[in-house]
Nanobody
Framework: QVQLVESGGGLVQAGGSLRLSCAAS????????VGWFRQAPGKEREFVGW?????SYADSVKGRFTISRDNAKNTVYLQMNSLKPEDPAVYYCAARRGVGVRQGSQYTYWGQGTQVTVSS
């Protein structure tokens, strides 16, 4: 079992930055790929990026968002820069064994989400 807890969400002005954290329980976290997803009200869940062997980003965040991980701390980070009015959502991290993928349905474990709000 892996439990995930996101933190770091909040209110930021457009153009600002936030860093989200995804802290995981479990001794073998390094063997898991971690994906970040977001869901805005009335919209479907959207892939943001994943880290697992390599790193991949959605086109909408490429160049602005960066995923990093500290396996010693069992934590994955999502650094979000140059936030735009279209970025607000609840951001979720998710974990799965093996390589990262873009499909949320392929992830086994999910966090509770953290809200990101961007003011214009």
């Amino acid at each position: 079992q892996v439990q995930l807890v996101e933190s770091g969400g909040g209110l930021v002005q457009a153009g600002g930055s936030l860093r989200l954290s995804c802290a995981a329980s479990g001794r073998t976290f390094s063997s898991y790929s971690v994906g970040w997803f977001r869901q805005a009200p009335g919209k479907e869940r959207e892939f943001v990026g994943w880290s697992g062997g390599s790193i991949s980003y959605a086109d909408s965040v490429k160049g602005r968002f960066t995923i990093s991980r500290d396996n010693a701390k069992n934590t994955v980070y999502l650094q979000m820069n140059s936030l735009k009015p279209e970025d607000p959502a609840v951001y979720y991290c998710a974990a799965r064994r093996g390589v990262g993928v873009r499909q949320g349905s392929q992830y086994t474990y999910w966090g509770q989400g953290t809200q990101v709000t961007v003011s214009s």
